[in-house]
């Protein structure tokens, strides 16, 4: 059974750094496109960033800069490192796998696999 695990949320300061984690079980994450997405209240659900099965990344202009996804093949385990955080960033962090094939985009409905979410809380 799929399975995406998000931690290493939490409140953190204005400028600030945060990494997630998405630990991923019953597929391996290199072979697919996975991403980032997040969700604000009130706001509809955004790709962050995203890394395809050939390890090319892609960002978010709102983001570009300052995050950075990776994944580590031998532990099945997707990052992303958030540096100089702003107010702006606080929502609800998603992992997800989209293992349909073709090219690798940041759009919610292309992503059939989703972790539970973790919580980013960035204040002044």
């Known amino acids: 059974q799929l399975q995406l695990v998000e931690s290493g949320g939490g409140p953190v300061q204005v400028g600030g750094s945060l990494r997630l984690s998405c630990a991923a079980s019953g597929i391996t994450i290199s072979r697919y496109c996975m991403a980032w997405f997040r969700q604000a209240p009130g706001k509809e659900r955004e790709g962050v960033a995203s890394?395809?099965?050939?390890?090319?990344?892609s960002y978010a202009d709102s983001v570009k800069g300052r995050f950075t996804i990776s994944k580590d093949n031998v532990k099945n385990t997707l990052y992303l490192q958030m540096n100089s955080l702003e107010p702006e960033d606080t929502a609800m962090y998603y992992c997800?796998?989209?293992?349909?094939?073709?090219?690798?985009?940041?759009?919610?409905?292309?992503?059939?696999?989703w972790g539970q979410g973790t919580q980013v809380t960035v204040s002044s």
């Open positions: 890394v395809d099965s050939s390890g090319h990344s």
């Open positions: 997800a796998a989209d293992v349909g094939g073709g090219i690798c985009i940041r759009r919610p409905e292309r992503f059939g696999y």
